[in-house]
Each structure stands twice: as structure tokens, then as C-alpha cells.
């Protein structure tokens, strides 16, 4: 089942969408402000964006930037009020790949984003691994700033990666309980309250290319 992200603040358009795309199979994480966003896009790793640009903590062009700065490749398809060419052309520049104005048609809509699940699934098989410009916190970072274990480290990086206790617990040969203990004790010397927190933590670092 694809997973979408619809990133949206107004109410009525969020739901409206989450509907539609819920009742076509899609599974929906739904964020209202950029912050959120850019959590839940680590944390639940989408296979498509769907992204408002007039967001009330920060411009939606800022998460797309922000998405791309992290080495993340998955489609976005920005939604906005905003039909000036202008925007459009930023909103390509900065690594969008459709954008559709508002109001819109719902069959449009989904049959665009049926086209960049498309072509995000083939792409994804043609390239994988995927070269991920992807700026972390490194491992001494971890140690020094956090005082966390080589094993937290580890665990750490694969709750970044969006892999639940139950994938993390299989891929190191540990039990589930292990895994959810560890978890405990890192959220603690990260300070982080979430997973999704510590996936924004490990992606802290600048960037430095833009
Ligand atoms: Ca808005």
C-alpha cells in the first residue's frame, strides 16, 4: 500500500484529500504545519508528498527544500492557491515534481499522483541503492555530544530510517524488548519525546551546499 504525506493546514482541504485518498487504498499521514512535515517525512517514509505551500510556521518551498538538503528523492507534488508562473518555476527550481493550483479536481489530482507513484516505484528500482547525499550526525557526535553506546548509535540511525522495533529487533538478532529497552535509554540521552524526533536530531546537521 503506498503510503502518502498530505501536508495541508486548512482543515476542510486536509480531510477532503485524506478521504479521497484513503478510499482509493492510499495510506495517509497528515501534517499541518512544516515542522510536522518534516518529521512525519523521515518518520514514515511517504512513497509521494503532498505539499501546501502557505503553511503557518513556515513556507511549504522550505520543506521541499529542507526534503531535498536531507538526500530525500521522493515525489512531491505541491498543491497551492498560487497559479502565478513564478511560484511554479520556484517550485520546480527547488525540486518539486508536479504542482497543482487550487481549487482542483479530485480525479486530476489522483491520477497525477498515480503517475508519480509510478514512476517514483520505477525509478527506485532502476537505481536502488539510491546515492544519498545525506548529512548525519556522525557516529563521534553521537558519543561525544549524547554519550550513546556503538549499539545505540546503531539503533538510533535505523529509527532515523523510519524501521520499526519488531525490522530493527530482526535486522541485529535482538529480541523486540531489547530494541524497545534501548529505544527507551536513547530517546533519555537525546532528549528526544518520539521516534520521529530522533530521525529531525540525527538530520540536524547543515547541509552547507545551499
Ligand atoms: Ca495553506
Do not use: C, W
Not at 517525512?41 to 503557518?56: E, F, I, K, N
Amino acid at each position: 500500500m503506498a503510503r502518502i504525506l498530505v501536508v495541508e493546514d486548512t482543515r476542510e482541504i486536509a480531510e477532503a484529500l485524506q478521504d479521497s485518498l484513503e478510499s482509493e487504498g492510499y495510506e495517509v499521514a497528515l501534517a499541518t504545519k512544516a515542522a510536522h512535515a518534516l518529521a512525519l517525512a523521515t518518520s514514515h517514509r511517504p512513497d509521494v508528498v503532498v505539499l501546501d505551500l502557505g503553511l503557518p510556521d513556515r513556507d511549504g518551498y522550505e520543506v521541499l527544500r529542507e526534503l531535498r538538503n536531507r538526500g530525500s528523492a521522493v515525489p512531491v507534488l505541491i498543491l497551492s492557491a498560487r497559479r502565478e508562473e513564478a511560484d511554479k518555476l520556484q517550485g520546480f527550481r527547488l525540486g518539486a515534481d508536479d504542482y497543482v493550483t487550487k481549487p482542483f479536481s479530485r480525479p486530476e489530482l489522483l491520477a497525477r499522483l498515480a503517475a508519480l507513484l509510478r514512476r517514483g516505484a520505477a525509478s527506485a528500482a532502476a537505481s536502488a541503492p539510491v546515492a544519498r547525499e545525506v548529512k548525519q550526525l556522525s557516529d563521534e557526535a553521537l558519543r561525544d555530544r549524547y554519550g550513546l553506546t556503538p549499539r545505540q548509535i546503531t539503533i538510533a540511525r535505523l529509527v532515523a530510517d523510519g524501521q520499526t522495533n519488531q525490522e530493527i529487533a530482526e535486522k541485529l538478532g535482538i529480541s523486540f524488548f531489547t530494541v524497545r529497552n534501548i529505544i527507551v535509554q536513547l530517546l533519555g540521552r537525546l532528549g528526544a519525546p518520539s521516534r520521529a524526533a530522533v530521525g529531525a536530531l540525527l538530520f540536524a546537521e547543515p547541509n552547507g551546499d545551499d
